[in-house]
T-cell receptor, first 114, second 114 residues
């Protein structure tokens, strides 16, 4: 069965510091992987997705993630945090691209300190 | 281009009542998925509809049901409400039949059961 584990429910960084949000997945076959962001009182917005075309994926707002099959990881990074990055981030996995069913991790709340 | 629209945004019900939530997908999207978001359980998949047919179903009791109309609009219904049904219900739409793509989420319907 598929599952997603996000290490750290809360991450706090200073403005300008590196952002690293961790995601590990469990899947018996190569999965499709996604990172979504949710701002307060809003729905989820896609940051980036891995669909086997390239292991390093670049997304919106300066975020990127690297798919590492050997580590079953898909960590999200951003070189320099902005105050506007404060939100909740979700890693998600799907075995099939043609589906609206995603398995989400528990989420990581990112706090950015001035 | 209009986004995913969910109505109502907020509602309060009492135990034992039933509720119907509505979702209008992005124009051209034929897949609509529903998710329940709670602080304790996170984001959990409820079901997915594509071309008026349920394609996937999550692990929720039969009190949770849905349907999709010919114009791709979808409704979900929860009967005999319980306190634990209090949650943010998110709807997401996608093309589904064009390979691994992103889900576009609405802002959700926040249900409070008293």
């Amino acid at each position: 069965a598929q599952s997603v584990t996000q290490l750290g429910s809360h991450v706090s960084v200073s403005e300008g510091a590196l952002v690293l949000l961790r995601c590990n997945y469990s899947s018996s076959v190569p999965p499709y992987l996604f990172w979504y962001v949710q701002y307060p009182n809003q729905g989820l917005q896609l940051l980036l997705k891995y669909t086997s075309a390239a292991t390093l994926v670049k997304g919106i707002n300066g975020f990127e993630a690297e798919f590492k099959k050997s580590e079953t990881s898909f960590h999200l990074t951003k070189p320099s945090a902005h105050m506007s990055d404060a939100a909740e981030y979700f890693c998600a996995v799907s075995l099939s691209g043609n589906t609206g069913k995603l398995i989400f991790g528990q989420g990581t709340t990112l706090q950015v300190k001035p | 281009k209009a986004g995913v629209t969910q109505t109502p945004r907020y509602l309060i019900k009492t135990r034992g009542q039933q509720v119907t939530l509505s979702c209008s997908p992005i124009s051209g999207h034929r897949s609509v998925s529903w998710y329940q978001q709670t602080p304790g359980q996170g984001l959990q998949f409820l079901f997915e509809y594509f071309s008026e047919t349920q394609r996937n179903k999550g692990n929720f009791p039969g009190r949770f049901s849905g349907r999709q109309f010919s114009n791709s609009r979808s409704e979900m219904n929860v009967s005999t409400l319980e306190l634990g049904d209090s949650a943010l219900y998110l709807c997401a739409s996608s093309f589904r039949d064009r390979g691994p793509g992103e889900l576009f989420f609405g802002e959700g319907s926040r249900l409070t059961v008293l």
